[in-house]
């Protein structure tokens, strides 16, 4: 069986889609992806990821995505605040997220927006510390500021999302408590570097995720051109993680069935998932 820990159940690419979100789901359970952790981006979708978690028998997390902070409020983590003190007992909530830092995206790279990113971070970092709950980070070219605020406004760990980044910050991640996130990504024979990581890195700090609906693998993939000539890119589910998985296992010399054992544990620990979330 295997675990999708980042899955955006909620995005419209799957709500809307002519089979359904609980459809697609379904055929993601019937290929042995037993959970997934739905994500929430902004304190609009809280409700919203919570429902659908226990519609689907999933988890989730409540957290403001850093692409979506210029449009928050201050007191949109008073909310996430109230939200994680209500469900406190709820044990589909597993963590804080998605959180961090994006300065890949140019808008978001302003002196301000720099800011205003660093800001929202530590105030939800201080939320996972006083509700006593691992963080799910959105990393993108931001791991060595999100690790200083990490060492700063310490949490109990969690998941570094779609890492793509150095061996010595997968491993300064790795010392604090968080297992790395690897998903579509690697399926591609031109991510040397990333594939080298996911080879290399010790087994038990390994998680998988799909980022569905974002982040498609290797044959779902169009370029730009292919789409400007009518191609349809494929549409990335948790159906996908299987698959992924195998491609994983296939550079680390494993089986699938060792590799889902090992990443499903993985993140049964690092999201302290509860027997009764886990059932």
Partial sequence: MWIDTHAHLDAPELSRHPDGVAALRLRAAEKGVDRCVIPAVQAAHFDTVRLLAHQLGDVYALGIHPLYVPEAREEDLQRL????????????????GEIGLDFFVPALC?????????????AQLRLARRHDLPVILHVRRSADLLLKHLRE????GGIAHAFNGSEQQARAFIDRGFCLGFGGAVTFEAARQLRRLATELPLEALVLE???PDIPPQWL????AERAAGAPQGLNTPAELPRIGAVLAGLRGLSPAALAEATTANARRVLALSPRAAA
């Fill in 81 to 96: 605040d109230d939200a994680l003190t209500r469900h406190r007992s709820d044990p589909r909530l597993v963590a804080v």
């Fill in 110 to 122: 302003t002196p301000d927006l720099r800011e205003r990113q660093q800001h929202f971070y530590r």
């Fill in 153 to 156: 406004v310490p949490v109990q």
């Fill in 210 to 212: 799909t980022d569905s």
């Fill in 221 to 224: 993939y169009r370029t730009a």
